[in-house]
């Protein structure tokens, strides 16, 4: 299923990307492409895994935002801010996407569709309804996460800590469950695996890497991020960001999103646009995403099948 | 563990009777045999009773069949570039499971289950014959692989009854090469099998064929 993690110098050239984006820029770019990259991973057990689009992440993030600027706000700490953040996030995420109309007997799609839903809810009648009025120093350790450069490192940490936990998954007899419960649910229930259980976990995964997107607005916002941030239209952003990394790639993903991260500023654009117009570039050149353009193949179909020991 | 099972198809004039015994090889044929494995196996209806070992089974789902040890190799695969063979095989694997936090986390124990389910399926991969494939993406196979794939998964959740779907569909050579490894395992595990074949084709098995409907 999805590729393995990339050997280590993938890695190192992705972290010296991502120190040089830390260093160089006076912008809050480790933030646009944490959040972007974030978005993208949590898609990848939803879009890629079980092949439903889902605006989940963002309903997530935006749940998430909101649970983290209301504990904020009054006064607590910020490690108390984030675990609630993440719960609430992937708490809602698990709901919208899975519980509800995946162990209803309802299609996928329904599920996608209930995630627009409570992505827009969320968007236009939860966070703007959310009046705070003081606002504590989010302090970490005595570090003033609100800071440019411990934000930026925070963010590069999560983003880290997200696609580990998502190759953990992915190699994981859980993250097999959701594959096959997304293209295989039959020979899934026929091996025993709880297909429900696998469509409330990734959710529960999607929404807690959405929820440390929704995080780190925040705290770069100092308050409620911007609507815009956790809009429907981020949602869209986030899913090109996906599809634009080959869904099943981790490091694809993480390349897209810094791609987009990096360059909509200097573009002049706005995220979703780029990550749009990647999105087509990668539709119109047939591929299965960045890694497919670059040469190496997204998910193992292109390897050819063994055929040293054929059986009988 | 012993099955007796009831399976009244739609359509069908009389119901299936299928008994086996504990450890034995049994035969059982029907018009069709695909309709009878989706009713042990959940997928479709027509279970009227499924007694193994004395437990009713009639009314859970298929999940819940597979885990109390009712397993049915169909030996037709869903063709997904996501899946590899060895992820297949895997599937069937009822080890017990690291929690989802310990598995994001990636905790010693995690990885360490990780590797020994990757290590006893290869294991069991090559004792099948399958030791060149678990390596292949689970797209283009040929049927023998798919067939050979399908059973090795059933094997790999250490069944009480493993239900096989004969695959006629294969060349003979293929079809004994398949069936001489499932009974090494079954020598090796003790499961019961129940073969499911149609009506009219050449039964190879040496258990009690049963009366069809």
């Not at chain 1, 649910?185 to 929704?214: I, K, M, N, Q, Y």
């Not at chain 1, 770069?220 to 990394?245: H, N, R």
């Not at chain 2, 359509?11 to 059982?28: F, K, M, Y």
């Not at chain 2, 030996?75 to 069937?92: E, H, I, K, Q, S």
Request: hydrophobic residues 55%; neutral net charge.
């Amino acid at each position: 299923m999805t590729e393995p993690l990339p050997p280590a110098a993938t890695w190192a050239v992705l972290g010296a990307v991502a120190v040089l984006v830390l260093v160089s820029s006076g912008d809050v770019s480790a933030v646009r492409v944490a959040v972007l990259g974030l978005g993208g991973l949590a898609l990848v057990p939803l879009l890629g895994w079980l092949r439903v689009l889902s605006f989940a992440p963002v309903a997530a993030a935006g749940a998430a935002a909101a649970a983290g600027a209301w504990v904020l706000a009054a006064g607590q700490a910020v490690p108390v801010a984030f675990v609630a953040a993440s719960a609430v996030g992937s708490a809602t995420a698990a709901g919208v996407t899975a519980a509800w109309p995946v162990t209803k007997g309802e299609s996928g799609s329904a599920a996608a569709w209930v995630s627009v839903i409570a992505a827009a809810v969320v968007w236009g009648v939860g966070l703007p309804h959310l009046r705070l009025r003081s606002w504590s120093q989010p302090l970490l350790f005595g570090i003033d996460l609100s800071d440019r450069r411990p934000l930026a490192v925070l963010s590069v940490l999560l983003l880290a800590a997200a696609a580990l936990g998502l190759a953990n998954v992915a190699r994981s007899a859980a993250g097999r469950e959701m594959a096959a419960a997304g293209v295989a649910p039959e020979l899934a229930t026929r091996s025993g695996a709880d297909v429900s259980a696998a469509w409330l976990r990734a959710g529960a995964v999607a929404g807690l890497f959405g929820g440390w997107a929704g995080f780190l607005l925040v705290l770069q916002a100092g308050a409620l991020p911007p609507l815009s941030q956790v809009s429907p239209t981020a949602g869209i952003a986030w899913i090109a960001v996906a599809i634009v990394g080959g869904t099943l790639s981790i490091p694809g993903v993480l390349a897209a999103a810094l791609v987009v991260g990096v360059a909509a500023p200097l573009l002049g654009m706005a995220d979703v646009t780029l990550a749009v117009a990647g999105l087509v570039v990668v539709v119109v050149m047939g591929g299965r995403g960045l890694p497919a353009l670059l040469g190496r193949a997204a998910a193992p179909a292109a390897t050819p099948p063994v055929t040293g020991a054929s059986p009988p | 563990m012993s099955l007796y099972a009831d399976c009244l198809l739609p359509g069908a004039a009389r119901p299936l009777r299928i008994e086996a015994d504990d450890g034995s090889w049994v035969t059982a044929v029907h018009e069709d045999p695909d309709a009878v494995a989706g009713a042990l196996d959940g997928t479709g209806p027509g279970a009227v009773g499924i007694l193994l070992g004395g437990r009713q089974l009639a009314g859970l789902g298929g999940a819940e069949r597979a885990r109390a040890g009712l397993v049915v190799a169909t030996c037709r695969l869903p063709l997904v570039p996501t899946m590899r063979v060895a992820d297949v095989v895997l599937l069937g694997l009822r080890a017990p499971h690291p929690h989802l936090w310990q598995t994001i986390i990636g905790t010693t124990r995690a990885r360490q289950m990780s590797d020994d389910d990757e290590a006893a399926v290869r294991a069991l991969a090559g004792r099948m014959g399958l030791a060149g494939w678990v390596d292949a993406p689970a797209v283009d196979l040929p049927p023998v692989v798919q067939a050979l794939a399908d059973v090795t998964r059933a094997v790999a959740s250490l069944p009480d009854v493993l239900v096989l779907r004969r695959p006629e569909w294969l060349p003979t050579p293929a079809l004994a090469e398949i069936t001489a490894a499932l009974r090494d395992e079954q020598v090796r595990e003790g499961f019961t099998v129940v073969e499911l074949a149609t009506v009219g084709a050449d039964p190879t098995g040496d258990g009690a064929t049963l009366a069809g409907a």
